[in-house]
């Protein structure tokens, strides 16, 4: 079964800094997805980024990017210049590339981060 | 925009009762899952289904049953709810090749 692992319970940065947010995975399977999610407190998910396997080139959407270490089963996610508006739980999520058929689409989560921007 | 949503943000409820949960999808996703969110544990999968009156158990899928009698529609039953069923409860939506899209979510009390 594949599993999904945050180790950074909390996370902290001061305003308009940098921060990296930690996750490893685990699967046997060689094509899948992997996606980081934003869940602010109206708690509505929010997909933030998300990257193909079978992609080298790390995905990025703005502030935020991915370093993607396959070999290592590790994807974390960098925000850039954060701000307020950041501050949210963080959510890492693994799903198998689909081959039709059942439960092709299920997403496995982390336990998730919380960051806290300081103004 | 994709539009997952779900009856109610805050449920209260007693021990015993039957609820139900309901989520409704407007853009023909074939996918739709319930999933339970606790702090610390993330977020597991109940169940999900693939078509209508199709279903798949999750992770977790004791205590609770789904229906899904047609496309746009996914119902988590709790069909006597105890009150280590409190929680957050997630629906969510998907077709093949699409992102995983979310509904606000309801925050379930079972006093």
């Known amino acids: 079964a594949q599993t999904v692992t945050q180790s950074q319970p909390e996370m902290s940065v001061q305003e308009a800094e940098t921060v990296t947010l930690s996750c490893t995975y685990d699967t046997s399977e060689s094509d899948y997805y992997l996606f980081w999610y934003k869940q602010p407190p109206s708690r509505q998910m929010i997909l933030v980024i998300r990257q193909e396997a079978y992609k080298q080139q790390n995905a990025t959407e703005n502030r935020f990017s991915v370093n993607f270490q396959k070999a290592a089963k590790s994807f974390s996610l960098k925000i850039s210049d954060s701000q307020l508006g950041d501050a949210a739980m963080y959510f890492c999520?693994?799903?198998?590339?689909?081959?039709?058929?059942?439960?092709?689409?299920?997403?496995?989560f982390g336990q998730g981060t919380r960051l806290t921007i300081n103004p | 925009d994709v539009k997952v949503t779900q009856s109610s943000r805050y449920l209260v409820k007693r021990t015993g009762e039957k609820v139900f949960l309901e989520c409704v999808q407007d853009m023909d996703h074939e996918n739709m899952f319930w999933y339970r969110q606790d702090p610390g544990l993330g977020l597991r999968l109940i169940y999900f289904s693939y078509d209508v009156k199709m279903k798949e158990k999750g992770d977790i899928p004791e205590g609770y049953s789904v229906s899904r009698e047609k496309k746009e529609r996914f119902s988590l039953i709790l069909e006597s709810a105890s009150t280590n069923q409190t929680s957050m409860y997630l629906c969510?939506?998907?077709?093949?090749?699409?992102?995983?899209?979310f509904g606000q979510g309801t925050r379930l009390t079972v006093v």
């Open positions: 969510a939506s998907s077709s093949t090749g699409t992102g995983v899209f």
């Open positions: 999520a693994y799903r198998r590339r689909s081959r039709g058929g059942q439960g092709a689409q299920k997403l496995v």
